[in-house]
């Protein structure tokens, strides 16, 4: 036991932050509480905002009175209880990441994130997520348009990344509502907020953020298009978050912390068992990999610090986890 605490130790000295740059929206002005950012002005056109080291675009058409037709809009709403669209501002969580009071909303599909300045080229570190009060309601309990989900349902988010102007072709996912679960009772529409390790997509420009569901239309997806950011963190001059993912030579593993699943990317065959054991020793799971990504889903997990160990033949490594 003695053994496996030095262990992690080491490997916690190891995992420290490197220069970033974190957009929390808390800088941002309101007119007051339960408000949220608006403009009118120029239909049409992006009146979107600047935090941290990037832009996000936000563009409203004027015509019948005025409405949001697609990007960023940043809020400190705290109505997680009404349904409906004119609560389409507000988050589920009904607060920002860490208690803040202000987070971002996202509506409409295919929006952009563009870096900025030192970020600009570099990869970005990730951001927390949640759903949308509107959204969440709407898969929970159905509507006018959408359907209320069931066994087989889903709503993901997934993410791509520009490079020189280029989209590139490898994604990061996840899920908002996940019914796919055999086990029906660990079924979860997402109702706080979930890191997402962008790290994999490597250098980008800007951000492609896309949504799907399996409740769709004559006329596209039926779910509302909506989602929740904050702590959008780029990172500068090539240096990466790494307290976000954990790696070796020959695997990685994220998001770190994780919640409901920690992926692993494994690049050496020779290693195909995966156990995880708490900070006592005691073995919590035990799985067999393959090369490439694998999921462990780590929902039953108690809090706390956890240590992976990678089995082969002839090779072991250890890579260390904080489970939130």
Not at 184 to 204: D, E, F, H
């Amino acid at each position: 036991m003695r053994r496996l605490f030095i262990l992690l130790a080491a490997l916690a000295s190891g995992s420290a932050a490197q220069s970033q740059t974190v957009a929390s929206f808390d800088s941002l002005s309101l007119a007051g509480t339960d408000t949220f950012y608006v403009n009118y002005s120029a239909s049409g056109t992006d009146v979107g905002f600047n935090n941290g080291l990037a832009h996000f675009p936000c563009v409203y058409d004027a015509s019948f009175g005025g409405f949001w037709s697609y990007g960023f809009a940043y809020s400190n709403m705290t109505d997680s209880v009404t349904s409906g669209y004119t609560n389409q501002y507000s988050a589920k969580t009904a607060i920002g990441y860490g208690g803040s009071a202000k987070y971002a909303v996202a509506y409409g599909n295919d929006n952009k994130v563009i870096l900025l300045g030192a970020a600009a080229g570099n990869p970005v570190s990730g951001f927390y997520v949640t759903n949308n009060t509107y959204a969440y309601n709407s898969m929970r309990d159905g509507d006018g348009f959408a359907r209320k989900f069931h066994n087989g349902d889903w709503f993901k988010l997934t993410v791509r990344a520009y490079s020189g102007g280029v989209l590139q072709p490898d994604s990061v996912g996840i899920y908002l509502a996940n019914y796919l679960f055999p086990d029906s009772t660990m079924n979860y529409i997402l109702k706080t907020w979930q890191w997402v390790n962008l790290l994999p997509l490597g250098n980008a420009d800007s951000l492609l953020f896309t949504l799907s569901s399996t409740d769709n239309g004559s006329f596209g997806m039926n779910t509302p298009a909506y989602f929740c950011i904050d702590n959008f963190t780029t990172a500068e001059s090539g240096t990466l978050h790494t307290s976000q993912a954990t790696a070796t030579g020959t695997t990685r593993i994220y998001p770190n912390p994780a919640h409901n699943s920690l992926f692993i990317d494994l690049y050496d065959s020779d290693m195909p068992q995966a156990v995880i054991l708490n900070a006592a020793g005691v073995v919590m799971s035990h799985s067999v990999l393959t090369n490439g990504h694998n999921e462990i889903n780590t929902a039953s997990l108690p809090a706390g610090v956890y240590l992976l160990q990678l089995k082969g033949k002839n090779k072991n490594a250890a890579l260390r986890f904080i489970k939130d």
